[in-house]
């Protein structure tokens, strides 16, 4: 069983607040980490898919790093909107290829 | 464009009865995967097909769940003698070929399918 944990599990931050959170996964059998962004009442959308260790990667005012070595991905708002407001999901791929998903951070942020 | 579309958005049983969700992928995806979001839970992976081919069921439970993705019509989940225990919002992905693996292809959900068994 892979264990993807994802903390906190949710955060209230005021607008223009910079905020992060925390996504760990298991070090081995490493071949891809995602973040989603998924909005009530709608689908998950894709933020990023990420596969070398130190990646970077950025869109507007969100961010993700990751390190492969040790196992944990952060995601980075800056400036957060109430637009934001969502559950961000990681999702770990392995050697099985299948997507495995934490249960998510949800982020409420108050105008 | 039509993004993935599934079918229907709310289903309602009477325990006993059977469930059969139908999912679309997006135009040009030929993978189809399946995801099952339990009440204050996360989505939980159930299985990822291919067309007429079952790449990954790991997910799937052993019984009366079954998955399919012919090579006509949509991906089809199929549910048997349903329980209030399959109660849950059921998520189909879909996500392109790739040449390497699938592993880092990204995929684009549909808007779910939410069962409800009485």
């Known amino acids: ?111 | 464009n039509a993004g993935v579309m599934q079918n229907p958005r709310h289903l309602v049983r009477r325990r006993g009865q059977e469930a059969r969700l139908r999912c679309s992928p997006m135009k040009g995806h030929s993978h189809v995967y399946w995801y099952r979001q339990l009440p204050e839970e996360g989505l939980k992976f159930m299985v990822y097909l291919q067309k007429e081919n079952i790449i990954d069921e790991s997910g799937m439970p052993k019984e009366r769940f079954s998955a399919e993705f012919p090579k006509e019509g949509p991906s089809i989940l199929r549910i048997q003698q349903v329980v209030r225990g399959d109660s849950a919002a059921y998520f189909c992905a879909s996500s392109p070929p790739n040449q390497l693996s699938s592993g880092a292809n990204v995929l684009t959900f549909g808007a779910g399918s939410r069962l409800t068994v009485l």
């Open chain 1, 1 to 111: 069983i892979l264990n993807v944990e994802q903390s906190p599990q949710s955060l209230h931050v005021q607008e223009g607040d910079s905020t992060n959170f925390t996504c760990s996964f298991p070090s081995s059998n490493f071949y891809a980490l995602h973040w989603y962004r998924w909005e009530t009442a709608k689908s998950p959308e894709a933020l990023f898919v990420m596969t070398l260790n130190g990646d970077e990667k950025k869109k507007g005012r969100i961010s993700a790093t990751l390190n492969t070595k040790e196992g944990y991905s952060y995601l980075y708002i800056k400036g957060s909107q109430p637009e934001d407001s969502a559950t961000y999901l990681c999702a770990f791929t392995g050697s099985a290829r299948q997507l495995t998903f934490g249960s998510g951070t949800q982020l409420t942020v108050l105008p």
